[in-house]
């Protein structure tokens, strides 16, 4: 069955530090992995999409890693600001079809405290 | 930022009413999007569309309907609204590189009594 797993559900952590955020997943044939950003009564938006032959993606302060072999992905936020505060979700998109179906995580709701 | 808008924001309506929420693009994307959303919840794809007179139901079975009459308008129809339809749903668009990001609109928060 084709999933995605992020981790921790929730993380609160105070402006200026450092976090990283976990997604496993274990949908086949893999296609894409991206990062979106949620603030609260919005729409995602995009931070990264990776394809299997990229292992980091940079967008500012947020870096992806991609480790295909594996089926892990993390997402890295540096120096902090409130304005991080946010649900962040893992997509994975298979390529077993035309439209390229989506496996979107729950996400990791951050808090970024002052 | 994406061009892609939906309206209204929030709607609470009584049970037994038909509604229409709307969702247009400015990016001429021929793939456009519904998905539903409950709070701590994944994202549900409930219809989709490759193009004008082009919609197929997604993986969440949903009662609501959709049209694609234009490229840039998908909207999306509840005929008889109940308590179970309230949600949020969100409209998204993405063109044919399937290696792009799908563009989300800030969604439609529904509310049933």
């Known amino acids: 069955k084709n999933q995605v797993e992020q981790s921790p559900q929730s993380l609160i952590i105070l402006e200026g530090k450092n976090c990283t955020l976990q997604c496993n997943y274990t949908v086949s044939p893999f296609s894409n992995l991206r990062w979106y950003k949620q603030d609260t009564g919005r729409g995602p938006v995009s931070l990264t999409i990776m394809t299997f032959s990229e292992n980091t993606k940079s967008n500012g302060r947020y870096t992806a890693t991609l480790d295909a072999d594996t089926k892990q992905s993390s997402l890295h936020i540096t120096a902090s600001q409130l304005s991080d505060s946010a649900s962040y979700i893992c997509?994975?998109?298979?390529?077993?079809?035309?439209?390229?179906?989506?496996?979107f995580g729950r996400g990791t709701q951050l808090t970024v405290w002052p | 930022e994406a061009d892609i808008y939906q309206t209204p924001r929030y709607l609470v309506i009584g049970t037994g009413k038909k509604i229409t929420l709307e969702c247009s693009q400015t990016m001429g994307h021929d793939k456009m999007y519904w998905y539903q959303q409950d709070p701590g919840m994944e994202l549900h794809l409930i219809h989709y569309s490759y193009g004008v007179n082009s919609t197929e139901k997604g993986d969440l079975s949903s009662e609501s309907t959709v049209s694609r009459i234009r490229t840039e308008h998908f909207p999306l129809t509840l005929e008889s609204a109940r308590p179970s339809h309230t949600s949020q749903y969100l409209c998204?668009?993405?063109?044919?590189?399937?290696?792009?990001?799908?563009?989300f609109g800030d969604g439609t928060r529904l509310s049933i009594l």
């Open positions: 997509v994975v998109s298979d390529r077993g079809s035309t439209l390229g179906r989506l496996y």
């Open positions: 998204a668009s993405s063109g044919r590189d399937q290696n792009q990001p799908q563009h």
